[in-house]
């Protein structure tokens, strides 16, 4: 469940890989989690969303926040569902810090195996940040957007989302 200790992310300008399938929606073990049928620490519930402790944790406190739908990516979640998260994260957040004393943390999200997304079932980890050598480690190769490209690709996208 937890991700490798050490991660790299890539922006991919202009080409981005070719699309991937999914799989359907396959009998997860968070869909074990939420049945029941599988243990595990709980720390919220509500209609729409279910946090627990992770059993491979990267640092004290390291959660886990998933939606009681059961989508693979976040793309494919319901707006009602991905506003219940919103409205839990910070909430997590701050019990997380208060008690673990970590006043850093990482939220962390993957949609796809190029995004070393494991579980395929959405997901959250939030991952306290204690020290720099505990918790997510990642290097961020970043490259420069061309401000061309960036006019043309912010146009595309608010276009796509009706904005």
């Known amino acids: 469940m937890a991700p490798a200790a050490y991660c790299k992310a890539h922006i991919v300008w202009p080409a981005a890989p070719e699309p991937y399938k999914l799989r359907p929606m396959?009998?997860?073990?968070f869909s074990k989690i939420?049945?029941?049928d599988i243990s595990c620490h709980k720390v919220y519930e509500d209609d729409l969303v279910f946090a627990f402790l992770d059993i491979g944790p990267l640092s004290f406190?390291?959660?886990l926040v998933i939606p009681k739908?059961?989508?693979a990516t976040l793309d494919l979640l319901s707006d009602e569902t991905a506003a219940a998260i919103g409205r839990v994260l910070p909430r997590l957040c701050r019990a997380i810090k208060t008690v673990t004393g970590a006043?850093?943390?990482n939220i962390l999200q993957n949609n796809g195996p190029m995004a070393h997304q494991a579980v395929f079932h959405v997901h959250f980890?939030?991952?306290p940040k204690?020290?720099?050598d505990t918790g997510l480690v990642?290097?961020?190769d970043s490259t420069k957007l061309d401000p061309e490209e960036g006019a043309r690709l912010a146009a595309a996208l608010s276009k796509e989302i009706g904005g």
């Open 26 to 29: 396959a009998d997860t073990i």
């Open 34 to 36: 939420l049945r029941g």
């Open 61 to 63: 406190g390291h959660t």
């Open 69 to 71: 739908e059961e989508v």
């Open 103 to 105: 006043e850093q943390f």
């Open 125 to 127: 980890h939030i991952i």
């Open 130 to 132: 204690p020290s720099v």
């Open 138 to 140: 990642m290097d961020w």
